[in-house]
Antibody
Framework: QVHLQESGPGLVRPSETLSLTCTVS??????????WTWIRQSPGKGLDWIGS???????YYNAPLKSRVTISVDTSKNQLSLILSFMTAADTATYYC?????????????????????WGRGTLVTVSS | DIVMTQSPDSLAVSLGERATINCKSS????????????LAWYQQKSGQPPKLLIS???TRESGVPARFSGSGSGTEFTLTISSLQAEDVAVYYC??????????FGQGTKVEIK
């Protein structure tokens, strides 16, 4: 059974850079069809997609964060990482890693990326001086 | 970007009664190539990550109780809990995957016991 576990600092100072890691166990991060994703949730708020990465290195980022975010994979460690620069109080949130499922039709043709079927437990990051 | 809007923001339902959550998308989620609606529903209990309940608007994930059902097409969708149980207290989110990136979620609907 695939398990995702986030790790990183719980507290970041304003203007500093956040670095988080998600370790994938029980399965390979080198799935040809799936992407690995970071999603965040501000306290008491909804879910915001940050970005997704394929083991090949291909990435998708949410436009408002694109200038500050880098998501990458380390296949040797079965990990994905998130780097978010210039942190502010607005970035205080629980950060989740999740698997974004690749979709196929009945003929086996790839149909794109769909929903998030596996999630880590999340890690709370607070931005404060 | 496709905007997802849920209603109501919260609802309180008696145990054993029906709970209905609505989700509206700013664009149709029906894909003409396969006649499928690209919509998922998630359940998030307090202190836990979201859990995928339903994909393709109406396909329950393995292990999800039959009292959860999804319906709708195009721009309007519904998640129904036919007989609310105490363990169903949670926030429920819809999410579209028709036009991506970005993948977008509704703002959530909180379900409580009356």
């Amino acid at each position: 059974q695939v398990h995702l576990q986030e790790s990183g600092p719980g507290l970041v100072r304003p203007s500093e850079t956040l670095s988080l890691t998600c370790t994938v166990s029980g399965g390979s991060i080198s799935s040809t069809s799936d992407y690995w994703t970071w999603i965040r949730q501000s306290p008491g708020k909804g879910l915001d997609w940050i970005g997704s990465v394929h083991f090949s290195g291909r990435t998708y980022y949410n436009a408002p964060l694109k200038s500050r975010v880098t998501i990458s994979v380390d296949t040797s460690k079965n990990q994905l990482s998130l780097i978010l620069s210039f942190m502010t109080a607005a970035d205080t949130a629980t950060y989740y890693c999740a698997r974004l499922v690749g979709m196929y039709d009945s003929s086996g043709h790839y149909k794109g990326l769909g929903y998030f079927d596996l999630w880590g437990r999340g890690t709370l990051v607070t931005v404060s001086s | 970007d496709i905007v997802m809007t849920q209603s109501p923001d919260s609802l309180a339902v008696s145990l054993g009664e029906r709970a209905t959550i609505n989700c509206k998308s700013s664009q149709s989620l029906l894909h003409s190539s396969n006649n499928k609606n690209y919509l998922a529903w998630y359940q998030q209990k307090s202190g836990q990550p979201p859990k995928l309940l339903i994909s393709w608007a109406s396909t329950r994930e393995s292990g999800v109780p039959a009292r959860f059902s999804g319906s709708g097409s195009g721009t309007e969708f519904t998640l129904t809990i036919s007989s609310l149980q105490a363990e169903d207290v949670a926030v429920y989110y819809c999410q579209q995957y028709h036009t991506t990136p970005p993948w977008t979620f509704g703002q959530g609907t909180k379900v409580e016991i009356k």
